[in-house]
């Protein structure tokens, strides 16, 4: 069992994380569960951990409350579950098994660059990522990566636009490439990367160097142009369609975390009604599938009764929220239980996220800015507007008057706060 993680690098299963509540493991699949896993994985959950399960925003699982005793015997157990896992630089695909909306498979194309990665040996930094978009319905535009590639139409047939460090609307374009030369462009980028040494990433080499590094990378293999089109916001949550009019459910985890009995009923219910898979997917959801038509609202209703958002207009997944305490050692708030009341007594305007509940400066859950952010200090419960976690506070609050404090601080105009 290798050393556990301190804080602020990234846990794995063979190397957990330290928490307030014990050690934290993340599982980073490659691809889709059966749902048998999946149910096993519940239960190891509570038989090794506390029982909490999370799916984070990029779509990763993190199971909470292993101890230095148990998390040898919970890795051995998962490894025996047949689960494909990414031990090697994060390539987050496409999400929808199957989506029929795709250009290209970046699934398949997903497995060949991870082999492609690991027989390569560079040393990156731990954060460094690559996303894989195929250019269907459920895009990747919101997430961050040092190296992103999206399927685009163009005369000559799909081919993969190239951009580096950012999400979509961020990222620094390069150009095209054919799909068959993807994997050994994606790795003579990240080569890049690694030879400014082990903390790199793409951001810090194109402040420092700027695009001629990585053009010169792949200069044979790239085609000039212009970026793609940008894209609507996507919602994972809701009822996505597959091939052979078969449909995914997309549910979310309130505030990002659910009971390992709660999913397990969960998976159930959904294997009884005819379902083989599951996905964790971006912004802390759950994908469930193939069902037919006519088993869609049972199943959304029954995920509605266990608790999962089934509506992209949930409250819920308005509010970010971190664990908080007494779950992380850091945590000055109880950071999901304030997010929970926060839901049921405060409407928003918009769309998006409108809070974000931080049981400390940190900002784990969401390192950007939000319209409104509340921070656990020591001090109570402090208020930002249009900040990040580590602003300084407009104003402190109890803990019981949070939700209050939220309400009218809401609505104020900005120069009012």
Not at 59 to 65: E, H, K, P, S
Not at 197 to 218: H, K, N
Request: hydrophobic share 45%; aromatic share 4%.
């Amino acid at each position: 069992m290798s050393k556990a993680f301190a804080r602020g690098a990234c846990p794995r299963l063979a190397a957990p994380m330290e928490t307030g509540d014990g050690l934290l493991a993340r599982i980073v699949p490659s691809g889709p569960m059966p749902l048998k896993a999946l149910a096993c994985l519940c239960t190891t959950a509570r038989t090794h951990g506390n029982g909490t399960i999370e799916i984070s925003a990029r779509g990763n699982l993190q199971i909470r409350g292993l101890t230095p005793g148990s998390a040898p015997l919970f890795a051995d157990r998962v490894a025996a579950l047949g689960i494909d896992i990414s031990d090697g630089v994060p390539v987050l695909a496409d999400p929808l098994p199957g989506d029929p909306s795709a250009l290209i498979d970046m699934n398949a194309l997903a497995i060949e660059l991870r082999q492609v990665l690991a027989a390569s040996r560079l040393v990156l930094a731990p954060k460094v990522s690559v996303i894989a978009d195929g250019g269907g319905r459920l895009h990747l535009d919101a997430l961050a990566a040092d190296i992103r590639v999206r399927a685009v139409t163009t005369t000559n047939g799909p081919r993969l636009h190239v951009a580096l460090a950012g999400d979509a609307a961020a990222a620094t374009p390069l150009g095209t490439v054919a799909p068959d030369e993807a994997c050994d462009a994606v790795s003579c980028l990240l080569a890049v990367i690694a030879a400014h040494g082990p903390e790199a990433r793409g951001a810090d080499v194109l402040r420092s160097c700027g695009l001629t590094a990585f053009r010169d990378a792949i200069r044979t293999r790239i085609e000039f142009g212009p970026p793609p089109p940008p894209r609507l916001p996507v919602d994972m949550v809701g009822t996505h369609s597959l091939k052979g009019d078969l449909y995914a459910l997309g549910m979310g985890l309130a505030f990002g975390h659910t009971q390992a009995h709660t999913l397990h009923a969960l998976t159930e219910i959904a294997r009884v009604h005819g379902a083989l898979w599951a996905r964790p997917a971006p912004d802390r959801t759950l994908l469930l599938g193939p069902f037919q038509r006519t088993k869609v609202k049972t199943i959304r209703d029954e995920a509605r009764r266990l608790g999962f958002a089934v509506e992209a207009a949930d409250p819920r997944r308005r509010i970010v929220a971190c664990p908080g305490a007494p779950s992380c050692g850091s945590g000055l708030i109880a950071s999901r239980r304030l997010a929970a009341e926060i839901a049921e007594e405060v409407e928003f305007a918009g769309a998006g996220i409108a809070l974000h509940v931080s049981g400390c400066a940190k900002g784990c859950a969401h390192p950007f800015p939000a319209p409104l952010t509340v921070i656990g200090t020591a001090q109570g419960a402090g208020l930002v507007r249009n900040a990040t976690a580590r602003a300084t506070p407009s104003c402190y609050v109890n803990e019981a008057d949070v939700a209050a404090a939220v309400d009218e601080f809401s609505v104020r105009e900005p120069a009012d706060a």
